[in-house]
């Protein structure tokens, strides 16, 4: 596990795109997914649901990242890899690799 990270980044997860999965991506089951996925790579966050975020991805979910004032792009995130392509968009990223 990576020392924790200081800065906590707030996570928010388009609900419309969650609903509009497939039963089996486990839409329902992603924002619980996302946060253990941070949390073991020591990153501080808080995941909660939001409006649409304009992307409207088919297969996918859209995220947008809060810290400090600061708002990222929105990210597309792939519901299998349970966030692991947020690491590179966070101000801590781990020594890992998703």
Same mark, same amino acid.
């Given at each position: 596990?990576?020392?924790?990270?200081?800065?906590?980044?707030?996570?928010?997860?388009?609900?419309? /795109?969650?609903?509009? @999965?497939?039963?089996?991506? #486990?839409? =329902?089951?992603?924002?619980?997914?996302?946060?253990?996925?941070?949390? =073991?790579? #020591?990153?501080?966050?808080?995941?909660?649901?939001?409006? /649409?975020?304009?992307?409207?991805? =088919? #297969?996918?979910?859209?995220?947008?990242?809060?810290?400090?004032?600061?708002?990222?792009?929105?990210?597309?995130?792939?519901?299998?890899?349970?966030?692991?392509?947020? @690491?590179?968009?966070?101000?801590?990223?781990?020594?890992?690799?998703?």
């Amino acid at each position: 596990m990576s020392e924790p990270c200081a800065v906590e980044t707030q996570v928010q997860v388009c609900h419309r /795109c969650l609903m509009r @999965l497939e039963a089996s991506a #486990g839409g =329902v089951d992603l924002p619980r997914r996302i946060r253990a996925t941070l949390a =073991v790579h #020591g990153q501080a966050v808080s995941v909660s649901l939001t409006g /649409c975020l304009g992307g409207c991805p =088919v #297969g996918r979910v859209s995220v947008q990242l809060r810290r400090e004032g600061h708002v990222s792009e929105v990210v597309l995130l792939d519901p299998a890899r349970d966030g692991a392509e947020l @690491l590179a968009h966070l101000p801590c990223p781990s020594a890992e690799t998703p």
